[in-house]
């Protein structure tokens, strides 16, 4: 039977840039072309009425900081205390990776690294079943300045980079975090590099341009996280 998955948008690419990149449902979408996405807007409001009521969900990133006092952001904390207590699957990608951790217990602040973009080696210190086929290392898009900081309790890491300890961090067998953005392309990493070079320095900017020579691997990633959701 086909998985009951909803999708919690946590923002929207920005305006400039949708008409060439999309929005971030489609993005997951093209990644994860045979799952289905109930879309619920949860950045504005938008919720499911219950945690039970689907077999798993996706929370993707933000612009904003889940440490920030928004009510959506508090609502949103909750509900993935719903979601581990109801057993559901959970995969959260960067602000989702950190909403896990934040929810359940752990701490996320601004890394003293400070911003970390473009393709970044991907390390796994924990091989899990679900890694087939399984790779020691990938690439992987990441576009953050907030980290994991404290894991949550039962929280387990998988994978680090050089700049980011806890990179993919699991809690139980049900709720996997990934501080990357396995649905970017190198097109659409680059456009927000670009836009926002003001906020993070040209040199930071230069440097993840520089680094999107690199393969990287969405594909790899994307075959772990549809495994993970199907082992029980």
């Keep these: 039977m086909e998985m009951k998955i909803a999708f919690l948008l946590c923002d ?6 949708r008409p060439i990149h999309g929005d971030y449902p489609e993005m997951f979408s093209s990644l994860f072309p045979d799952l289905h996405f109930e879309i619920f807007t949860v950045c504005e409001g938008h919720f499911p009425k219950n945690a039970n009521d689907f077999d798993a969900y996706f929370v993707n990133g933000s612009h904003r900081s889940v440490y920030d006092e928004t009510a959506w952001i508090v609502q949103l ?40 973009v473009g393709a ?13 086929p399984f790779r ?24 680090k980079t050089e700049k ?16 990357a953005h396995p649905e970017f392309s190198k097109e659409y990493d680059r456009a927000l590099m670009e836009m926002r070079t003001e906020r993070m320095g040209k040199e930071v ?28």
């Design 164 to 179: 980011c300890p806890v990179g993919i961090f699991r809690v139980g067998a049900q709720m996997l975090g990934i501080q």
């Design 12 to 17: 929207h690419v920005d305006y400039a840039l």
């Design 205 to 232: 900017v230069r440097q993840g341009t520089e680094s999107l020579k690199k393969e990287v691997g969405q594909k790899r990633i994307a075959e772990w996280v549809r495994q993970f959701l199907q082992k029980k």
């Design 120 to 132: 970044h080696e991907f390390e796994i210190v924990k091989r899990e079943g679900w890694m087939l």
């Design 77 to 116: 904390k909750n509900f993935v205390k719903s979601i581990c207590e109801a057993k559901k699957k959970y995969v959260g990608v960067c602000f989702g990776h950190q909403m896990l951790a934040e929810a359940l217990g752990g701490k996320v602040a601004k890394s003293e690294h400070g911003w970390c």
């Design 136 to 159: 020691p290392s990938l690439n992987l898009l990441m576009m953050c300045q907030d980290q994991v900081l404290r894991l949550p309790p039962g929280g387990v890491v998988l994978a």
